[in-house]
Protein backbone atom coordinates (compact mmCIF):
# COMPACT_ATOMS: atom_id res chain seq x y z
CA UNK A 1 0.00 0.00 0.00
CA UNK A 2 1.19 3.43 -1.03
CA UNK A 3 1.62 6.36 1.19
CA UNK A 4 0.35 9.76 0.79
CA UNK A 5 2.67 12.11 1.44
CA UNK A 6 1.82 15.98 1.01
CA UNK A 7 5.08 18.42 0.84
CA UNK A 8 4.71 21.84 1.21
CA UNK A 9 6.58 24.99 1.17
CA UNK A 10 5.37 27.60 3.54
CA UNK A 11 6.40 30.93 5.14
CA UNK A 12 7.00 31.82 8.96
CA UNK A 13 3.69 32.64 9.15
CA UNK A 14 2.06 29.62 7.45
CA UNK A 15 1.26 30.90 4.02
CA UNK A 16 1.48 28.19 1.17
CA UNK A 17 0.26 30.45 -1.59
CA UNK A 18 2.20 31.25 -4.91
CA UNK A 19 5.94 30.14 -3.61
CA UNK A 20 7.80 30.58 -6.84
CA UNK A 21 5.20 32.09 -8.85
CA UNK A 22 5.21 35.98 -8.62
CA UNK A 23 1.83 36.21 -10.58
CA UNK A 24 -0.04 34.10 -8.17
CA UNK A 25 -0.61 36.68 -5.45
CA UNK A 26 0.15 40.18 -4.37
CA UNK A 27 3.84 37.84 -2.46
CA UNK A 28 3.87 35.33 -4.80
CA UNK A 29 7.61 34.48 -5.74
CA UNK A 30 8.58 34.72 -1.71
CA UNK A 31 10.04 31.52 -2.12
CA UNK A 32 13.21 32.59 -4.47
CA UNK A 33 15.70 33.73 -2.48
CA UNK A 34 15.77 30.62 -0.54
CA UNK A 35 16.25 28.23 -3.18
CA UNK A 36 19.87 27.05 -2.52
CA UNK A 37 22.02 23.49 -3.91
CA UNK A 38 20.52 21.90 -0.45
CA UNK A 39 16.97 22.48 -1.87
CA UNK A 40 17.46 21.09 -5.29
CA UNK A 41 19.37 18.33 -3.33
CA UNK A 42 16.10 17.32 -0.97
CA UNK A 43 13.94 18.26 -3.97
CA UNK A 44 15.56 15.60 -6.41
CA UNK A 45 15.55 13.02 -3.51
CA UNK A 46 12.01 13.54 -2.63
CA UNK A 47 11.26 13.01 -6.32
CA UNK A 48 13.57 9.63 -6.79
CA UNK A 49 11.32 8.35 -3.99
CA UNK A 50 8.01 8.77 -4.94
CA UNK A 51 6.28 6.70 -7.37
CA UNK A 52 3.78 9.29 -8.87
CA UNK A 53 2.36 12.41 -8.03
CA UNK A 54 -0.54 13.43 -7.06
CA UNK A 55 -1.63 17.18 -7.76
CA UNK A 56 -4.81 19.51 -7.85
CA UNK A 57 -6.29 21.05 -11.09
CA UNK A 58 -4.26 24.32 -10.74
CA UNK A 59 -1.36 22.48 -9.58
CA UNK A 60 -1.02 20.56 -12.45
CA UNK A 61 -1.76 23.04 -15.22
CA UNK A 62 1.17 24.89 -13.72
CA UNK A 63 3.67 22.03 -13.83
CA UNK A 64 2.26 20.67 -17.26
CA UNK A 65 3.03 23.99 -18.92
CA UNK A 66 6.32 24.89 -16.74
CA UNK A 67 8.04 21.11 -16.38
CA UNK A 68 8.20 19.82 -20.27
CA UNK A 69 10.27 21.80 -21.29
CA UNK A 70 12.50 22.06 -18.29
CA UNK A 71 16.34 20.45 -18.16
CA UNK A 72 18.76 19.59 -16.32
CA UNK A 73 18.45 20.53 -12.50
CA UNK A 74 20.37 17.05 -11.61
CA UNK A 75 18.13 15.28 -12.95
CA UNK A 76 15.01 16.29 -11.31
CA UNK A 77 13.66 17.53 -15.23
CA UNK A 78 13.60 14.27 -16.05
CA UNK A 79 12.21 12.90 -13.71
CA UNK A 80 9.18 15.13 -13.16
CA UNK A 81 8.65 14.33 -16.55
CA UNK A 82 8.49 10.47 -16.17
CA UNK A 83 7.01 10.23 -12.94
CA UNK A 84 3.25 9.30 -13.49
CA UNK A 85 0.59 12.12 -12.21
CA UNK A 86 -2.57 11.68 -10.89
CA UNK A 87 -4.56 14.66 -11.09
CA UNK A 88 -7.89 15.60 -9.26
CA UNK A 89 -10.57 17.88 -11.30
CA UNK A 90 -13.91 17.70 -11.59
CA UNK A 91 -13.88 20.20 -14.88
CA UNK A 92 -10.61 19.00 -16.86
CA UNK A 93 -11.76 16.42 -19.59
CA UNK A 94 -8.35 15.89 -20.85
CA UNK A 95 -4.89 14.97 -19.19
CA UNK A 96 -1.67 15.02 -20.44
CA UNK A 97 2.12 14.77 -19.66
CA UNK A 98 1.99 11.46 -18.06
CA UNK A 99 -1.02 12.23 -16.22
CA UNK A 100 -4.44 10.55 -15.50
CA UNK A 101 -7.75 12.40 -14.57
CA UNK A 102 -9.09 11.46 -11.10
CA UNK A 103 -12.90 12.57 -11.31
CA UNK A 104 -15.68 11.85 -8.32
CA UNK A 105 -14.89 11.86 -4.82
CA UNK A 106 -11.53 12.94 -4.65
CA UNK A 107 -11.21 10.77 -1.07
CA UNK A 108 -12.81 7.78 -1.94
CA UNK A 109 -10.75 7.55 -5.13
CA UNK A 110 -7.32 8.62 -3.40
CA UNK A 111 -8.25 5.61 -0.76
CA UNK A 112 -8.52 3.71 -4.01
CA UNK A 113 -5.08 4.72 -5.43
CA UNK A 114 -3.44 4.00 -2.15
CA UNK A 115 -4.70 0.56 -2.14
CA UNK A 116 -3.27 0.12 -5.45
CA UNK A 117 -0.11 1.58 -5.24
CA UNK A 118 3.11 0.13 -3.59
CA UNK A 119 5.00 3.83 -3.66
CA UNK A 120 4.42 6.93 -2.64
CA UNK A 121 2.37 9.85 -3.67
CA UNK A 122 3.80 13.07 -3.42
CA UNK A 123 0.88 15.93 -3.17
CA UNK A 124 2.86 19.24 -3.97
CA UNK A 125 1.34 22.18 -3.60
CA UNK A 126 -2.45 21.84 -4.13
CA UNK A 127 -3.81 23.08 -1.07
CA UNK A 128 -7.26 22.25 -1.57
CA UNK A 129 -6.78 18.70 -2.55
CA UNK A 130 -4.19 18.62 0.60
CA UNK A 131 -6.82 19.48 2.55
CA UNK A 132 -9.52 17.45 1.61
CA UNK A 133 -6.72 14.90 2.01
CA UNK A 134 -6.07 15.90 5.92
CA UNK A 135 -9.94 15.74 6.48
CA UNK A 136 -10.88 12.20 5.16
CA UNK A 137 -7.32 11.27 7.50
CA UNK A 138 -5.71 9.78 4.09
CA UNK A 139 -2.48 12.02 4.55
CA UNK A 140 0.41 9.82 6.40
CA UNK A 141 3.50 12.02 6.08
CA UNK A 142 3.72 15.78 5.88
CA UNK A 143 6.95 17.58 4.60
CA UNK A 144 6.26 21.15 5.75
CA UNK A 145 9.29 23.17 4.57
CA UNK A 146 9.43 26.48 6.63
CA UNK A 147 11.12 29.36 5.01
CA UNK A 148 12.38 32.01 6.92
CA UNK A 149 9.78 35.03 5.80
CA UNK A 150 7.03 36.36 6.94
CA UNK A 151 3.99 37.51 4.53
CA UNK A 152 1.18 38.48 6.74
CA UNK A 153 -1.97 37.31 3.94
CA UNK A 154 -2.17 34.59 1.51
CA UNK A 155 -3.63 30.99 1.28
CA UNK A 156 -2.73 28.93 4.43
CA UNK A 157 -2.38 25.16 4.04
CA UNK A 158 -3.65 24.94 8.12
CA UNK A 159 -7.16 26.34 7.87
CA UNK A 160 -8.51 28.18 10.91
CA UNK A 161 -11.53 25.94 11.90
CA UNK A 162 -10.08 22.52 10.82
CA UNK A 163 -10.59 19.76 13.35
CA UNK A 164 -7.12 19.12 15.36
CA UNK A 165 -4.68 16.44 15.69
CA UNK A 166 -0.87 15.53 16.22
CA UNK A 167 1.99 14.19 13.90
CA UNK A 168 4.92 12.43 15.07
CA UNK A 169 8.08 14.31 14.18
CA UNK A 170 10.13 12.39 12.11
CA UNK A 171 13.01 14.18 11.06
CA UNK A 172 14.62 18.23 11.03
CA UNK A 173 16.28 18.83 7.96
CA UNK A 174 17.64 22.74 7.17
CA UNK A 175 19.07 24.46 4.54
CA UNK A 176 21.92 26.60 4.12
CA UNK A 177 19.80 29.41 2.78
CA UNK A 178 17.97 29.08 6.17
CA UNK A 179 14.69 26.58 5.41
CA UNK A 180 13.65 24.35 7.81
CA UNK A 181 12.24 20.86 6.43
CA UNK A 182 9.81 19.01 9.34
CA UNK A 183 8.67 15.90 8.67
CA UNK A 184 5.76 14.43 10.64
CA UNK A 185 3.69 11.25 10.24
CA UNK A 186 0.30 10.62 11.62
Known amino acids: MGKVIVQQ ?7 MQGPGDPDEFEHGGWQKPYVCEDHLTYIV ?3 NEAEALLL ?15 TGM ?8 AMPKYV ?9 WNAALIHGDAADE ?9 G ?16 HHLVDEYRIWVHPVVLGSGERIFLEGSRPFSLNLASVRT ?3 GAVILTYQS
Open 9 to 15: FVTLDGV
Open 45 to 47: QQA
Open 56 to 70: GRKTYEGFAAAWPAA
Open 74 to 81: RGLADRMN
Open 88 to 96: VSSTLSLAT
Open 110 to 118: VAKLKQQLT
Open 120 to 135: DLLVVGSRRLAQTLME
Open 175 to 177: TSA
